[in-house]
Structures are given as structure tokens and as C-alpha cells.
């Protein structure tokens, strides 16, 4: 008789009750960039010298269309010392290979990264590479990346020089700049 009864319950009652779910998640942008720390460019002895040095930011985000980095200045011209300065590095919008004239002063920017930079910026450093001015608060792109990245670095290169022939006044010029990395 157990049997019978287990063979009847079986027969009766199966049903099945469904409710489908999405589960979904957003992640937000991140982006981060590292502080290198202030940019110290060696004395130039009176006339007729340059100095160049560098530091290098390192951006990481999520964002899969990528990033941007760029650099502003907080004056224009950027390199100054109360009323005295240097010119920023005249380029036409575009980088182009360091030249000052012999009558004049100058400082300016370069850029080394990724493939991206390294097809506007050529081969920076030691005067091998092209070179922009800074245009106070408008920005100057250095670099970009069309994907997300856990790190990629990107230095810059701060040159300045005084011509053979032009009296620039003692004293310590700085440039307050702002390097700023910004989703895509």
C-alpha cells in the first residue's frame, strides 16, 4: 500500500513556478596620476646656455575609451621672475625641433610616452626631440591612450635657454604648471 501511495503523489502534483533575473553592476571611471614632485632645471651661467631636466606622470584608469594628459601654465609667459621672464618657445601650434635665436630667451616642453606621443613629440630630451611653448591656460595635449591602462608613464621635458647675444637678469624664474589627466 506505501507504494501505491508513492506512485500517486508523483503523478499529481509536479509543478514548477520561474521568475527570470538580470542582475546588473556599473563601474564607474577611475583615473589616477602620480606626483612626481617639482621640477628643478640646472643654472645657466650668463649668457649663451640651456638646461634641461624631466619628470615623469604615470596615469592609470578603467575608462575603455582611454585618457588624455595635458599641461597648462598659470601665466603667460610661463618661465618668470616678477617682470622678467622668458619667451615661451614659439612653435606655430605644432611641436617642432629646439631653436632659440642668439638675441633671445626661451622656454618650452617636450613630451616622451606612448606610441601616441612619440609620433608628435619625435625623440625628446638633450635637444633631439620637438619642442612646444606653453600657452598659460590653455592646454597643451602631451598624451593620450584610446584604452584603459593599469599604468603608463609619460615624461615631460622642461628646457630653457638663453642666447648667445641676450642679457637675461639674474635671479630664479619658476612656472607654476598644472598636469592634468582627464577620461576620455
Known amino acids: 500500500m506505501v507504494l501505491a501511495l508513492a ?60 585618457y588624455k594628459l595635458e599641461v597648462t601654465a598659470s601665466s603667460t609667459p610661463a618661465l618668470a621672475k616678477g617682470a622678467d621672464s622668458f619667451a615661451d618657445f614659439v612653435d606655430g601650434g605644432t611641436p617642432i625641433p629646439w631653436s632659440v635665436a642668439a638675441a633671445d630667451s626661451a622656454f618650452g616642453i617636450s613630451a616622451q610616452g606612448n606610441a601616441t606621443s612619440a609620433a608628435l613629440w619625435g625623440n625628446p630630451g638633450a635637444g633631439s626631440g620637438n619642442y612646444r611653448g606653453l600657452q598659460g591656460a590653455t592646454a597643451i595635449e602631451v598624451a593620450n591612450n584610446s584604452n584603459e591602462t593599469a599604468g603608463e608613464d609619460t615624461t615631460l621635458y622642461f628646457r630653457a635657454e638663453v642666447g648667445a647675444s641676450h642679457l637675461q637678469p639674474s635671479g630664479t624664474y619658476s612656472a607654476n604648471l598644472t598636469v592634468t589627466a582627464t577620461t576620455l
Open 7 to 66: 506512485l500517486a503523489s508523483v503523478g499529481y502534483g509536479a509543478s514548477t513556478a520561474s521568475d527570470p533575473v538580470t542582475v546588473s553592476v556599473t563601474v564607474d571611471d577611475y583615473i589616477s596620476i602620480s606626483n612626481p614632485g617639482d621640477v628643478t632645471l640646472a643654472n645657466i651661467a650668463g649668457t649663451g646656455g640651456s638646461t634641461e631636466s624631466s619628470a615623469t606622470w604615470t596615469v592609470a584608469t578603467n575608462n575603455d575609451a582611454g
